[in-house]
């Protein structure tokens, strides 16, 4: 079993940056890769980042790249978001899910485990 719980969601200005965090519970969280997604209301959840469970391998949706980083430190069990260069239509809840599957990384059914999500808040 992996706990997640993210943190680091709040409001910023159109221009500025966050970065969240997912903590992790569980001593096989460094076999997980995990993802970042994110859901505005009235849509489906939207893939943003992935790291591999080595930290090795990247992936980013096409409108993120270039202003979102993905990290992780498995000795502390938490994953990293920097987000920077921040847009009104990345406002969301951004949602934390680790998983092991081979495959599919960027749908949410790859994932077994999610956090409860932060809220992000960009004004103009």
């Known amino acids: 079993q992996v706990q997640l719980v993210e943190s680091g969601g709040g409001l910023v200005q159109a221009g500025g940056s966050l970065r969240l965090s997912c903590a992790a519970s569980?001593?096989?969280?460094?076999?997980?890769?995990v993802g970042w997604f994110r859901q505005t209301p009235g849509k489906e959840r939207e893939f943003v980042a992935r790291?591999?469970?080595?930290?090795?391998?990247?992936n980013y949706a096409d409108p993120v790249k270039g202003r979102f980083a993905i990290s992780r430190d498995n000795a502390k069990s938490t994953v990293y978001l920097q987000m920077n260069s921040l847009k009104p239509g990345d406002t969301a809840v951004y949602y934390c899910?680790?998983?092991?599957?081979?495959?599919?990384?960027?749908?949410?059914?790859?994932?077994?485990?999610w956090g409860q999500g932060a809220q992000v808040t960009v004004s103009s």
């Open positions: 899910a680790a998983g092991n599957r081979v495959g599919g990384w960027s749908m949410p059914i790859t994932y077994d485990y």
């Open positions: 569980g001593r096989t969280f460094s076999s997980y890769a």
């Open positions: 790291i591999s469970a080595s930290g090795g391998v990247t």
